[in-house]
């Protein structure tokens, strides 16, 4: 019994293991999985969907030249980077409830954007630009699918 436990039980640090390598796992692909865990309440699927959504503007505007895209990242990152616990759906308290890592989070976010810089300054790809998933969706599509 115990052999069956372990070989069905994954943890949490193992399904997030591969979470910010680059162009391996999409935000999209990576929130869809907490989504066939089943058994989430709607408060935590709320959560969840306000970190996607988070994790979405910092890299959709990481590198955003227009005045609308720079403020929407520097609300994101200014969100992620807090460590203020006072209030329900603070940065903290979401990855808390999620069985997240903050720091964890945090230094891939960090480690992205500047893997991102780096391939831009060598012209590789524009840091504007960001892939869609497999199928073409959207983290919002993903989450549109997983409320319906």
Same mark, same amino acid.
């Not at 999409?26 to 988070?54: C, H, S, T």
């Not at 006072?86 to 069985?99: V, Y």
């Not at 524009?126 to 969706?137: H, S």
């Given at each position: ?5 372990? +070989? ?11 979470? @910010?390598? /680059? ?12 989504? =066939? ?15 996607? !959504?988070?994790? *979405? ?5 990481? @590198?955003?030249?227009? /005045? ?10 200014? $969100?992620? *980077?807090?460590? !203020? +616990?006072?209030?329900? @759906?603070? @940065?903290?308290?979401?990855? *808390? ?5 903050? &720091? ?7 480690? $992205?954007?500047?893997?991102? =810089?780096?391939?831009?300054?060598? &012209? +590789? ?11 073409? !969706?959207? &983290?919002? !599509? ?7």
């Amino acid at each position: 019994m115990v052999a069956k436990a372990k +070989r069905g039980l994954i943890s949490t640090q193992d399904r997030l293991a591969g979470l @910010f390598e /680059p162009d391996v796992l999409l935000p999209a692909q990576f929130f869809a999985a907490f989504r =066939r865990i089943g058994g989430l309440d709607r408060e935590r699927l709320l959560m969840l969907a306000v970190l996607e !959504d988070a994790v *979405d503007c910092y890299q959709k505007y990481a @590198f955003a030249k227009d /005045p609308r895209g720079r403020q929407l990242f520097g609300e994101a990152a200014e $969100w992620v *980077d807090s460590f !203020d +616990r006072g209030w329900l @759906f603070s @940065f903290e308290n979401i990855c *808390d409830t999620l069985e997240i890592a903050p &720091g964890y989070v945090r230094r891939g976010l960090s480690a $992205w954007r500047e893997r991102q =810089r780096l391939a831009a300054s060598r &012209g +590789r790809i524009q840091p504007t630009e960001r892939e869609e998933g497999i199928t073409g !969706d959207t &983290g919002r !599509d993903s989450l549109r699918k997983a409320s319906a």
